[in-house]
């Protein structure tokens, strides 16, 4: 009995000691923090460059810093569609996210500028404008309307037109067709100066209503055309690339605030390596899957510089006009500036 006791007593004071060797070690000193990050994409990570990124953001994050901070991804919209993503991001109970601009412009009417179709002439423009001052200021303005902090601008890619119905060649072709686009009043804007009809439908959704022949047609980048399977539900591909698609990786500017300094600096480094993956991931994804989607019976067509020129001057003046309408201030202009700026500073690239 005493020698049971005495027993008890030693487990006891092991664990009193035990914690209180926890208790007095600074990592354990104040609770881990634990973030909760929103994805679209799906959780396979050969198919989804915002995976591949969220990926290596969470890991350099806790390499360095993983008894202090813990980031779970939720791929495959386990969080919430984009929409509700950002609404989550708004009101903080969602802490971070990567989303596309799609619904963006319902919270942030400035952001909708970049839906104006054929408006970087390849990716180098779009990342030396975006990565540069001009999209500093657009996502420091975003920031204060909306409490949500851009830590990274990465990509999905450039969007191209599918459909079921007949191949595109010319804008003429686009006559009629009911396409299913992202929540962005300019994508609506840039299928309706084409001629056709665009009906706003959430991710979530876009396959179900593709099988259904809720629309006949959809646009996205290479990628998420593959990811999502369209192939199989959709027999015409044309490589427009209307619109450069960014994806933003998002936290919650409050919870980014009470960070301590050395994890704000680690969160922004280790957005800014994930970007370079995300990018390189929806790069390497429209190298290969073009050639998977052609086996899998989609018909693709590459339209050249002067076909190109048809669908840009037919759809992008009216679309200005359009985000004119819609956001106040000399955004457009700033933006064209920096294209400029852009195009100028690539062309003297000379090595
Ligand atoms: O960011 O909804 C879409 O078509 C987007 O490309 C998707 O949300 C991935």
Same mark, same amino acid.
């Given at each position: 009995m005493t020698e049971f006791r005495l027993k008890n007593c030693t487990v006891l004071v092991a664990i009193m000691t035990l914690a209180l060797v926890? /208790?007095?070690? +600074?990592?354990?000193?104040?609770? =881990?923090?634990?973030?909760?990050?929103?994805?679209?994409?799906?959780?396979? *990570?050969?198919?989804?460059p915002a995976t591949q990124g969220a990926t290596v953001f969470k890991h350099i994050v806790e390499s360095k810093a993983?008894?202090?901070v813990e980031i779970q991804l939720f791929p495959g919209g386990q969080l919430g569609w984009e929409r509700e993503l950002i609404e989550g991001l708004?009101?903080?109970?969602?802490? %971070?996210?990567?989303?596309?601009?799609?619904?963006?412009?319902?919270?942030?009417?400035?952001?909708?500028? /970049?839906?104006? +179709?054929? *408006?970087?002439?390849?990716? /180098?423009?779009?990342?030396?404008?975006?990565?540069?001052?001009f999209g500093n200021d657009l996502m420091e303005a975003l920031r204060k309307k909306t409490g949500i902090r851009c830590l990274a601008i990465t990509?999905?890619?450039?969007? $191209?037109? #599918? $459909?079921? =119905?007949?191949? &595109?060649? #010319?804008?003429?072709? %686009?006559?009629?067709?009911?396409?299913? #686009?992202?929540? $962005?009043?300019?994508?609506?804007?840039?299928?309706?100066?084409?001629?056709?009809?665009? #009906? +706003? &439908?959430?991710?979530?959704? *876009?396959?179900?209503?593709? !099988? !259904?022949?809720?629309?006949?047609?959809?646009? $996205?980048?290479?990628?998420? &055309?593959?990811?999502?399977?369209?192939?199989?539900?959709?027999?015409y591909l044309i490589m427009d690339g209307h619109v450069y698609n960014p994806a933003f990786l998002w936290i919650n500017d409050k919870?980014?605030?009470?960070?301590?300094?050395? /994890? =704000?600096?680690l969160f922004w480094e280790a957005a800014q390596v994930a970007t370079f993956v995300e990018r390189s991931g929806a790069k390497l994804l429209e190298a290969t899957k073009l050639q998977t989607m052609k086996d899998k019976g989609m018909e693709i067509y590459v339209?050249?510089?002067?076909?190109?020129?048809?669908?840009?001057?037919?759809?992008?003046?009216?679309? &200005?006009?359009?985000?004119?309408? %819609?956001?106040?201030?000399?955004?457009?202009?700033?933006l064209f500036q920096a294209i400029d700026t852009a195009e100028k500073q690539l062309a003297q690239? =000379?090595?």
């Open positions: 926890f /208790l007095a070690y +600074p990592g354990f000193a104040k609770d =881990k923090i634990v973030l909760k990050m929103g994805l679209v994409e799906s959780a396979n *990570l050969a198919d989804a993983g008894d202090r708004r009101m903080g109970t969602v802490e %971070m996210a990567i989303t596309s601009d799609g619904p963006v412009g319902g919270f942030f009417e400035p952001i909708l500028i /970049l839906g104006i +179709p054929y *408006l970087f002439r390849n990716s /180098l423009v779009a990342w030396e404008v975006l990565d540069g001052p990509e999905n890619g450039f969007r $191209n037109f #599918t $459909n079921n =119905k007949r191949p &595109i060649r #010319t804008p003429a072709d %686009m006559k009629g067709l009911k396409i299913r #686009t992202m929540e $962005n009043p300019i994508h609506m804007a840039i299928v309706r100066s084409l001629g056709a009809a665009p #009906t +706003p &439908i959430s991710f979530g959704e *876009l396959y179900s209503s593709l !099988q !259904q022949g809720i629309v006949d047609g959809q646009e $996205n980048p290479v990628g998420v &055309i593959h990811m999502i399977k369209a192939y199989e539900v959709q027999k919870v980014f605030q009470k960070l301590d300094p050395d /994890l =704000k600096q339209p050249s510089d002067e076909g190109l020129a048809a669908f840009r001057k037919m759809s992008q003046p009216v679309v &200005i006009e359009e985000v004119k309408k %819609m956001v106040k201030g000399d955004w457009v202009d700033r690239q =000379k090595r």
